[in-house]
Every structure is written in C-alpha cells, then in structure tokens.
C-alpha cells in the first residue's frame, strides 16, 4: 500500500480561548499549498484516495489539489497513529491513500512505519 503524508500548509497563530479547528491557511500558506498540489497532482495516480483532517487548515490543503477528498475526524488534531493508519486502510487498502493532516501525528506515524520506532520526525509545511 502506498501511504502519502501531507502537513498541512501555513496557518495563522492558535489565539488562547480560540477554536484550533477554525485556524485558517496565511496568505503564504495557500502559496504553499498550491505549489505542492501541482507537484502531488503530476505524481498522484487519479484512484488515489484522499482524506483530510477536519480543520479548516487541512481542509483549504487538500482542496488545493483539486480533487475529491473525504474529511475522517480521526485525523484531528491530537488524532492517535493507530486512528490515523486504520482511517487510511493501512496496510490493505487497494488503492494508494494520501493523508492531509498534522504534527505531531504524521510525524509519529512516519517514524513508526520507516524506523519502527515511537518517536516523532519532524515534517516541514
């Protein structure tokens, strides 16, 4: 099974009190997005599925690549590998399935998939 990860690209700063889910995508954020959807998109084969955490940054992140995608709450923030990876039918899904969500958890989820090891790698926007 091939299991692509996407951070989502740039958001604006968690205000205290605020709603996380809520944070939107910086102007610099959409520009990263959209450049790395081109890159995906030339790459990505049309039955790849693709699935989104619920924040709204994740969200304009994944729309940026012009595709249908599905929203699985089990990639929130604060979402656990073991959510994250049966949400992506990893590792019998038939079809490769991209993965837009968050640190720490895609980083967690790349660490423990290449390294088998529970610790975080960082992932960049």
Known sequence: MD????????AARAEAGGDDLARALTPEGERQAARMAVWL???L???????????????QTAVALGRRFATADALA???TVEALLAAA?????????????????????????????????????
Do not use: C, F, N
Not at 3 to 10: G, K, M, N, T, V
Not at 45 to 59: D, F, G, I, K, N
Not at 104 to 112: R, S, Y
């Open 3 to 10: 299991l692509i990860l996407w951070r989502h690209a740039e």
């Open 41 to 43: 998109g030339a790459r």
């Open 45 to 59: 084969p049309a039955r790849a599925r693709v699935l989104a955490s619920p924040a709204r940054r994740a969200q």
């Open 77 to 79: 923030p604060g979402g």
């Open 89 to 125: 039918g990893w590792p019998d899904a038939p079809h490769p399935v991209l993965v837009v969500g968050h640190q720490p958890t895609l980083g967690l989820a790349l660490a423990g998939l290449m390294a088998q090891q529970a610790r975080s790698w960082a992932l960049r926007k």
